[in-house]
Structures are given as C-alpha cells and as structure tokens.
C-alpha cells in the first residue's frame, strides 16, 4: 500500500517568513494529493490540493508543488501569519484510500 | 446544510464495554471514512465504504466493525474496547473517491 512521509514535525517560523513542508510517497500509482489543516480541537480542513496532471497550484498565500519523478510534493505559504499556526497533514491516494503523513506542527510567531 | 456530524461528541467506556460511534452526511456523497487519530499523531484509516451497501478494510481495522446503514449513515461499533482504542474518532465523507474529504467533528473515546 501507499506510505507517505511528512518533514518536519514541527516547524517555527517568524511572521511574515515562508513555510515549506515536504511530503513523499511510495506508490507511483497515486494521482490525488491534498493538503489539510487542522487546528487545535478541531477537524481537519482542505487548504489545496494537486491532481497527477499538475506541477504546481497556487491559491493566494499558499501553493503546492508535486514532483511525479521524485515522488514528493511540498506545501509553501508564503507571508505567514499566527493564524496560519496548526498541524498541517499531507496526504495521497492509493485505489480508494487516502494515506495521511504524520503531520508538521507550524508555529508563527509574532 | 450541517455537513458531517458525529455523535455523540465524548464518551468515557470500562475496558470491554460496547458502543457504536454514529455519523451522518447530507451532502449526498457516495463514499464515507472512519480513521482513528492519535495524540501528536496522523489520521489512520479504520474503515471505509466505497457506495452503500460496501464496506472495506483500511490500515487499521481490528477490534471495529462498521455498518453503512443507508447513504447518509455510516456507524462504527467497538464491541469490547480496550485502553488501546483510546482516541480521537472521525468520520469523513467525499462524492467520489480521490474528491475532497469532509470531515466530521470528531468523538473523543476514553478507555479505561
């Protein structure tokens, strides 16, 4: 099945510094790559997510890229804001499931 | 439009009690998930119904059973829980596999 490895596991940057996190995975079969945030005590929520037929997509502060070759994909957020402070889960698909990384804690200080 | 709920929100269980962790979905979606998430720790897959009236294996399936009651309900059942099962339950919907995932709420289960 597929395995999907996250780096970091937490992450500090100064506001208004950039965030990358970095996600691989195994099964050269998977084609759907999403990206959730999920602050403390709550769900999980789609921030983006990149299809096998894209390199990059980019909504607003945030983007990600996938290397189909390398098998890893990474998140960039730019201008990082306190807000932004959450765990972050990359995940990608094999057949019908969706296999999650351990998830990257971002800590945005002021 | 409430989305995905989950009920009950908290429970606190004796090693080998039962329950059923229900969900619901109104937006009409095809395919339901149930994952199990750790303290510090990534969402596993439990369980997962691909339509009504299918139900698969994900990574971490035993001490569970699920049922997909109809399109809308997909309930997992703990039959003898056990310390280990102490977590954070979600229940997580999609149209169609490889669509973006819904989730629920999520149930926090203490075993003790």
């Known amino acids: 099945g597929e395995n999907v490895e996250q780096h970091p596991s937490t992450l500090s940057v100064q506001e208004g510094d950039s965030a990358v996190i970095k996600c691989t995975y195994s099964d050269s079969a998977s084609n759907y790559f999403p990206w959730y945030k999920q602050e403390l005590g709550k769900r999980p929520q789609l921030i983006i997510d990149i299809r096998s037929n894209v390199g990059e997509k980019k909504d607003q502060r945030i983007a990600v890229t996938l290397n189909k070759t390398a098998k890893h994909f990474s998140l960039h957020i730019t201008e990082t804001q306190p807000e932004d402070s959450a765990v972050y889960f990359c995940a990608g698909n094999a057949g019908n499931m ?9 800590m945005v200080k002021p | 439009n409430a989305g995905v709920t989950q009920t009950p929100k908290f429970q606190v269980l004796k090693t080998g009690q039962s329950m059923t962790l229900q969900c619901a979905q109104d937006m009409n979606h095809n395919s339901m998930y149930w994952y ?17 009236g299918t139900t698969d294996k994900g990574e971490v399936p035993n001490g569970y059973n699920v049922s997909r009651l109809n399109k809308r309900e997909f309930s997992l059942r703990l039959e003898s829980a056990a310390p280990s099962q102490t977590s954070v339950y979600f229940c997580a919907s999609n149209g169609w596999q490889g669509d973006e995932q819904y989730f629920g709420p999520g149930t926090r289960l203490t075993v003790t």
């Open chain 2, 36 to 52: 199990r998430q750790d303290p510090g720790m990534g969402l596993r897959l439990i369980y997962y119904s691909a339509s009504e």
């Open chain 1, 98 to 106: 969706l296999t999650f990384g351990g998830g990257t804690r971002l």
